[in-house]
């Protein structure tokens, strides 16, 4: 079984400040993705990272797969309110049949 | 594109009762998944359709859960004889098949008393 471990669980800050969120696993996965969900609502994809070493950046998020595909990072610069959410991530196997998804991090950003 | 709608949004059932939740998908995806979501935790993965084809199942998928895909359209999940641990929200997500992104529907919200 491929389990996924996210670091924090939760993470409340105040507006302006810059965060990381981790995901870790001791398997290597093909591809990682990075969901947002907001109550009552289903996830919502970010980024998809696919090749060791990738970073990739979405406006203020900065995504990183790590070099031997087992974890990755995200990181907000100058998060706002609008950031606070439920953030997952999920790890697809070299099968390509099924997510794996992280425990997730809630964050919450004060005005 | 209208997205995976799921129906209904809630139930409210009593424990040994019988449920059945619906599932639209994107119409031109062929992959269909449902997940249980537990409040504050990530979704664990139920099981897997290729069209009308069930995949892969979840060891969590007991007995009283089935899940059918006739058509290889929408999907039902039933769940027999509820259980007070059933309460949670399941989600349904849907994808081409080609890359691995999952569009997800907004869950079915169940509350078993």
């Known amino acids: 079984t491929q389990l996924l471990e996210q670091s924090p669980q939760f993470l409340s800050i105040q507006e302006g400040e810059n965060l990381t969120v981790y995901c870790n696993s001791s398997?290597?996965?093909?591809?990682l993705q990075w969901y947002r969900q907001e109550p009552g609502e289903g996830p919502v994809l970010l980024v998809t990272?696919?090749?060791?070493?990738e970073v990739k950046k979405l406006k203020r998020l900065t995504f990183q797969f790590g070099d031997a595909r087992k974890d990755s990072s995200l990181h907000i610069t100058a998060a706002q309110p609008g950031d606070t959410g439920l953030y997952l991530c999920?790890?697809?196997?070299?099968?390509?049949?099924?997510?794996?998804f992280g425990e997730g991090t809630q964050l919450t950003v004060n005005p | 594109d209208t997205g995976v709608s799921q129906d209904p949004r809630h139930k409210i059932t009593k424990r040994g009762q019988n449920v059945t939740f619906r599932c639209d998908p994107i119409?031109?995806?062929?992959?269909l998944y449902w997940y249980r979501q537990t409040l504050g935790q990530g979704p664990e993965f139920l099981t897997y359709?290729?069209?009308?084809?069930?995949?892969?199942k979840s060891r969590l998928l007991s007995d009283r859960f089935s899940a059918e895909r006739p058509k290889g359209s929408f999907s039902t999940l039933e769940i027999q004889r509820t259980e007070q641990g059933d309460s949670a929200m399941y989600l349904c997500?849907?994808?081409?098949?080609?890359?691995?992104?999952?569009?997800f529907g907004n869950g079915t919200r169940l509350t078993v008393t």
């Open positions: 119409s031109e995806h062929n992959r």
């Open positions: 997500a849907s994808s081409s098949g080609t890359g691995f992104t999952l569009h």
């Open positions: 359709f290729q069209n009308e084809a069930q995949l892969e």
């Open positions: 398997s290597v996965f093909s591809s």
């Open positions: 999920a790890g697809a196997g070299s099968s390509g049949s099924r997510l794996t």
């Open positions: 990272v696919v090749t060791g070493g």
